[in-house]
């Protein structure tokens, strides 16, 4: 087979290199001496033979490269010879190459990081068989007020027996349980699931041990069943295969382990341990209702079934649940979503963005890093033109070029490799909101990417400096004076250009990031309306098997706040179901028993919050009129609330609220419920307006869960552990959970903002670097080129102070094209991130002058030092370098 | 006098793989040969013939082997494959192929 000989041929040729070049000589000469004695044969001496051999037979090194171009390693000598001349001259200016290198490093490491993390994130399928099919379903209004509203069980269950679209549709709610028991280990709370037994048929997951859940479990009264998380078996029980069928305690009651989920399976998140029945555990009344929202419900499509279709169906259905239930909140539309979307939808923005910043950040570098080759180029401009005068092509020229940004560019993105793993380790580490973080690693499409980056780079900043090297220009470069800077005025202006592009991106980077970081600072200076230092917060669920009567709910919080107020150090100590910053949380319809019916399908609804009488007091939210809750309303005799402004203002605008009463069928039944306070505004998230809130009495006794506020003189963190001490003693099997200081909660909630915003700075202040670095190195260029221009000026009678601002005008020019660059590509621009912007419109003036002040200040400053060198010249040194 | 580099490259291919179809041979003999048996017409040239045997040798059609020559040096001798045969066979019958319909051309267009 020919092609088989002619593999073993390359192969026998590379290995043998040397060997073979050797016959080729000896081959060659073999034939030459052929020649001569020929020669000699027909009468010529000896000399004259040799002479008109050699003369017939042409330039053997010729022959002898075009007998090896035949071979086919011959251009993998060429670039393995390429590479090592390469090395050797970037070897030669250490400098230069260490800061591309580094340069390189960080633009690329950082771009594979957030490439990474957007492939895993966003891009990547999640794990499940046909992942294309699951859908998560929510309810939605049709006139627009909710879009992504949680479900119903009403609703869940009248779509699920009469939906032909799905082939399965599941339900679940979160939920925190009280996990105790089995040991000496402590009790903890962990995060849980409830669902309907068919979610992981539905997802397709099998158990790793024992059984998932059948039909059977999910009835209310049967035996309790649960199924673990692969990271809770092995973190709490060790892995001992021996649980499954053992029984452990949640909230109190016990509940027998039937199996293990497999370790990949970590939806939604990680911090989900365990698994139990919805229906088992959910009252039948709360799974029959169309106004009690508060499912997730996921779907998986019939094959050939698209979104449209059952999107369709449902809405039709759900209509026609809103005709037949027309009272209340009842919704009348539904929103699907692709189940990937759903759990990527907050961060998606934010993520592109953050990418779109580094691309940036990485085109900065390249062309940095092309301005520096292009100065190196014009440095051996002469080195250049005589090689091309000896007969050298220019695409050698070009190839030595290239493969010396390629060997920057490789050794910056090997660098930048480490960097970025460095950075996802990071970045997975102090932002725990990222979805699906446990997916996030590196993966081949990472690693393509990178090297696509890397020779992308390497390709473009070798290829620029070459677009100025033209033949035309040999003679011109071969005559100049032998001054080392001899380079034209075509480099020049290239170099002006890459660094009008550069400061381009430096201004909208710069722009993105005072954006927002101007965000970041409105909300951080938002007043939620409450006592936010020194505050410190826990949460805590009470069993219901424990604490079966409202009077015994209604004991032990009073009794934990007496106690903790009791504690030295503290000021005071109250209790609310939802504190201020922790978002929505929980809201509800309500009628006011004064006011005229409302028209059909009209609600009024407010959010809803259980405090104990001394929960203003103790956050220092004033009452503006009226007082607050007393102690002696208690259980039944709990018949007063408190409202908030925001709802004073809304519900009774022109008249007094105090004495009116509203009745909330969901918390309290048809009794009507006085007001007798009215509280100041707090806000639930610090980037939404305050909403209207009822303040209910906690003393009522029908709450479980509370958080506890606890005010302190000094530093609240160092009280963490004497009030856990308190609630020991209280009660020693009750687990506390989110020990957090008011502080850490409101930043929570602004967290995002400053990550952002401090990352772009980040990019921003360091592009600003690079521009700065590359405006005075190029305005030294300059001033080194035209140093005899400026020498015979000066001695012909030029003020410096003229020279100095002519300098300074030529410097500033590419600064001045790129500010305008940046700005208008800004302008179109941002419109992008306004999603992230809080209080900051996307064109905000304030941010556009700072910025362009800032840039031009920096380039200034940048071009000082030059151009003041400029000026400083002594005439007859500059005529006399030559 | 027709110079060898107005020859076609596939012509030079054919007219080493007819010289050396008979005996092996080395490169300075093949020139020789072919300036033989064409009366001096085709003188191929250092240049052409080297890149082309190193050509014909990738391509499998001929067989390199050092041995002694007629002088006591080492030389490179080539033979021909069993796919060269063969190859030499099918251009011989282009080449006839060719040279007749241009003949005919040109004698009675």
Same mark, same amino acid.
């Given at each position: 087979m020919r092609w088989v000989e002619k593999l073993r041929m390359q192969y026998q040729m590379f290995l043998h290199r040397g060997r073979e070049a050797g016959r080729l000589n000896a081959e060659l000469e073999f034939h030459l001496e052929q020649q001569i004695a020929e020669n000699q044969a027909a009468g010529m001496s000896a000399e004259e033979a040799r002479q008109a051999a050699l003369r017939s037979f042409g330039n053997p090194a010729v022959l002898r490269e075009q007998a090896r171009e035949s071979w086919s390693w011959n251009g993998l000598e060429a670039l393995a010879r390429d590479v090592r001349i390469g090395t050797r001259t970037l070897l030669r200016s250490p400098g230069f190459a260490l800061t591309a290198i580094l340069v390189m490093a960080l633009g690329i490491g950082a771009n594979v990081a957030l490439f990474t993390l957007v492939r895993s994130v966003l891009l990547r399928p999640l794990p499940?068989?046909?992942?294309?099919q699951l859908v998560e379903v929510y309810e939605a209004d049709a006139h627009g007020a909710f879009q992504d509203n949680v479900v119903a069980g009403g609703s869940y269950s009248s779509w699920r027996d009469q939906?032909?679209?799905?082939?399965q549709l599941a339900i679940k709610q979160w939920r925190d349980y009280d996990l105790s028991g089995s040991g000496n280990q402590l009790p903890e709370v962990v995060g849980a699931q409830m669902a309907s037994w068919n979610i992981f048929p539905l997802l397709g997951v099998q158990a790793a041990r024992g059984r998932l859940f059948t039909a059977d479990d999910d009835?209310?009264?049967?035996n309790a069943t649960v199924v673990l998380s692969w990271g809770l078996w092995k973190r709490r029980?060790?892995?001992?295969?021996?649980?499954?069928g053992r029984s452990i305690l949640l909230d109190a009651r016990s509940y027998t382990v039937i199996g293990i989920l497999p370790a990949?399976?970590?939806?939604?998140?990680?911090?989900?341990?365990l698994w139990t029945p919805l229906y088992h555990e959910k009252s039948p009344e709360v799974m029959q209702m169309y106004v009690a929202h508060s499912f997730d419900v996921v779907g998986r499509l019939r094959p050939g079934v698209t979104l449209e279709q059952a999107s369709g169906e449902l809405n039709a259905m759900q209509r026609e649940i809103r005709r037949v239930h027309?009272?209340?909140?009842?919704?009348?539309a539904v929103n699907l979503r692709p189940l990937l979307d759903a759990q990527t939808h907050g961060v998606k923005t934010g993520l592109y963005a953050l990418l779109g910043a580094t691309g940036c950040l990485l085109l900065i570098a390249c062309l940095n890093i092309a301005n520096l080759l292009v100065a190196r180029a014009a440095a051996r401009g002469r080195e250049g033109a005589i090689r091309t005068a000896l007969g050298g092509s220019r695409m050698r020229l070009l190839r030595e070029q290239v493969v010396e940004s390629t060997l920057l560019s490789c050794a910056g993105g090997l660098l930048g490799l480490l960097v970025a793993d460095g950075i996802v380790h990071w970045l997975i580490s102090t932002r725990?909101?990222?979805?699906?973080?446990?997916?996030i690693h590196m993966d081949w499409v990472v690693i393509a990417f990178a090297l696509a980056a890397i020779l992308g780079c390497g390709l473009l900043a070798g290829l620029i400096p070459a677009l /100025?090297? @033209?033949? /035309?220009?040999v003679l011109t470069a071969l005559q100049?004076?032998? @001054?080392?800077?001899?380079?034209g005025r075509g480099r020049a202006r290239l170099r002006q250009t890459l660094l009008a592009l550069e400061v381009g991106l430096t201004v909208v980077l710069l722009i993105g990031a005072g954006l927002l970081l101007r965000s970041y600072w409105q909300l951080h200076s938002?007043?939620?309306?409450?006592?936010?230092?020194n505050v410190l917060t826990m949460e805590l669920h009470l069993p219901k098997s424990r604490y079966r009567t409202d009077v015994s709910r209604i004991a032990f919080f009073e009794q934990l706040t007496y106690q903790a107020r009791a504690?030295?150090?503290?000021?005071d100590a109250g209790l609310s179901t939802v504190l201020p910053?922790?978002?929505? @949380?929980r809201d509800d319809v309500f009628i006011i028993s004064e006011h005229p019916a409302l028209a059909q399908g009209q609600v009024l609804d407010a959010q809803t919050r259980s405090v104990d009488p001394d929960y203003f007091r103790a956050m220092e939210i004033?009452?503006?009129?009226g007082r607050a809750l007393l102690p002696?309303?208690?259980?039944?005799?709990?018949q007063e609330v408190v409202v908030s402004q925001a709802f004073v203002r809304q519900f009774f605008p022109n008249e007094d609220p105090l004495g009116r009463h509203v009745v909330t069928d969901m918390m309290f039944g048809p009794m009507p419920l006085r007001i007798v306070g009215v509280a100041a505004d707090t806000r639930y998230d610090v980037a939404a307006p305050p909403y209207p809130t009822i303040y209910y009495p906690l003393?009522?006794?029908?709450?479980?869960s509370v958080m506890l506020a606890v005010r302190s @003189?000094?530093?609240?963190?160092?009280?963490a552990l004497a009030v856990q001490k308190v609630i020991a003693r209280l009660d020693a099997t009750l687990p506390v959970a989110h020990v957090l200081t008011m502080e850490q909660i409101v930043g929570h909630s602004t967290d995002d903002a400053r990550f952002g915003a401090t990352l772009l700075v980040a990019f921003a202040a360091l592009s600003l670097l690079l521009a700065m670095v590359g405006l005075f190195g190029v305005l030294s260029f300059m001033v080194a080129q035209r140093t005899t221009e400026i020498g015979i000026r000066i001695a012909l009678g030029a003020q410096r102070e003229q020279i100095m601002r002519q300098m300074l005008g030529d410097g500033l020019r590419p600064a001045l094209w790129g500010l305008v660059l940046g700005v208008a590509t800004s302008v179109g621009v941002t419109r992008l991130i306004a999603s992230l912007l809080?209080?900051?419109?996307?064109?905000?003036p304030a941010v556009f002058v700072v910025v362009s002040v800032t840039l031009l200040v920096v380039a200034i400053a940048a071009c000082l030092l030059p151009a003041w060198r400029a000026s400083r010249l002594d005439p007859m040194q500059a005529l006399r370098t030559e | 006098m027709a110079k060898p580099n107005d020859l076609v490259q596939g012509t030079l291919d054919l007219l080493i793989l007819r010289t050396i179809a008979p005996e092996p041979m080395h490169g300075w003999a093949i020139a020789k040969r072919i300036q033989q048996i064409s009366h001096e017409v085709l003188q191929v040239q250092q240049g052409s013939l080297y890149p082309a045997l190193h050509r014909l040798e990738q391509q499998g059609w001929i067989r390199a082997k050092w041995a002694e020559s007629e002088t006591g040096r080492q030389a490179k001798f080539y033979a021909l494959t069993a796919a060269g045969r063969k190859h030499l066979e099918r251009e011989t019958a282009n080449w006839n192929r060719l040279s007749a319909a241009i003949d005919l051309v040109i004698a009675g267009a």
């Open positions: 499940f068989a046909n992942a294309n939906s032909g679209s799905f082939s009835q209310p009264g049967v029980y060790g892995g001992d295969p021996g649980i499954v990949w399976f970590t939806w939604p998140n990680p911090s989900v341990q027309p009272d209340g909140p009842v919704h009348d725990e909101e990222i979805p699906r973080a446990d997916a /100025t090297s @033209r033949d /035309t220009q100049e004076s032998g @001054r080392s800077h001899s380079g938002v007043n939620l309306g409450c006592a936010t230092s504690l030295p150090g503290v000021a910053g922790q978002e929505a @949380r004033p009452i503006v009129e002696s309303e208690r259980g039944p005799d709990a003393y009522a006794g029908g709450e479980l @003189r000094g530093d609240a963190a160092a009280m809080y209080g900051t419109r996307p064109l905000d | -």
